[in-house]
């Protein structure tokens, strides 16, 4: 018996490797607002949170000209950085596992739900989660937290103690805690084990294949 009935899986850094269209569109963004290109260090830590959060808390920048960089960097994003992306060796086969199981599975991310879906088709996976959350571009649903709840609304509100986030940054781990449910760590990712230490997750996986021994499937 699988040790979660329910299982939600962030998509940037946990189902797909992302970094050559972010990093790409980011130093389009910064470009455009006449501002220094950031190393690729520098850039990780605004993989996972929506931007305009990173933009004000990391560049200083107020809600006016967050939303101005942001729109800067969905420009190239849209165009061509949505592309630029794969799928982490062995991820699809654990989804296919979990579904073999009957588990059900929610892809639950802070990217905007359109690009979101158009990845997950490009990737040949979009069939396979039983509901796909994304966030909104007017900001409504621009946190991880709330992102998880319209995710387990899609998937009709399971028990919370049979249910568990996949993920591989803090925001993850904070958002599966504000929202109730368990959270595994990957680090086969963006974040580091010392992320989730924090938020109490012990349990991490180094590979994907990581993912299933925990989950006892």
Do not use: H
Request: proline letters at 4%.
């Amino acid at each position: 018996m699988a040790l979660f009935d329910y299982v939600l899986f962030d998509l940037d850094g946990t189902v797909s490797n992302t970094q050559e269209g972010i990093f790409k569109s980011i130093d389009y963004a910064m470009d455009k607002m006449g501002m220094p290109r950031m190393t690729a260090e520098e850039m990780k830590k605004y993989i996972g949170p929506p931007l305009t959060v990173s933009f004000v808390k990391f560049l200083g920048m107020d809600d006016e000209a967050a939303l101005k960089c942001l729109n800067a960097y969905r420009e190239r994003y849209d165009a061509a950085g949505v592309r630029e992306c794969c799928l982490y060796d062995g991820i699809k086969e654990v989804m296919l596992r979990l579904k073999k199981a009957g588990v059900k599975i929610a892809l639950a991310t802070s990217k905007p739900q359109e690009p979101a879906e158009a990845i997950l088709k490009m990737l040949g996976i979009y069939d396979i989660p039983d509901f796909i959350a994304g966030a909104t571009l007017d900001e409504r649903r621009n946190t991880k937290a709330k992102v998880i709840e319209y995710a387990l609304q899609g998937l009709g509100n399971p028990d919370r103690k049979r249910t568990v986030l996949i993920g591989d940054r803090c925001y993850d781990a904070e958002g599966a805690e504000k929202a109730g449910i368990n959270c595994i760590g990957v680090t086969y990712g963006f974040g580091t084990k010392d992320e989730f230490e924090k938020y109490g997750v012990n349990l991490i996986a180094d590979s994907p294949e990581d993912i299933l021994r925990i989950l006892k499937v």
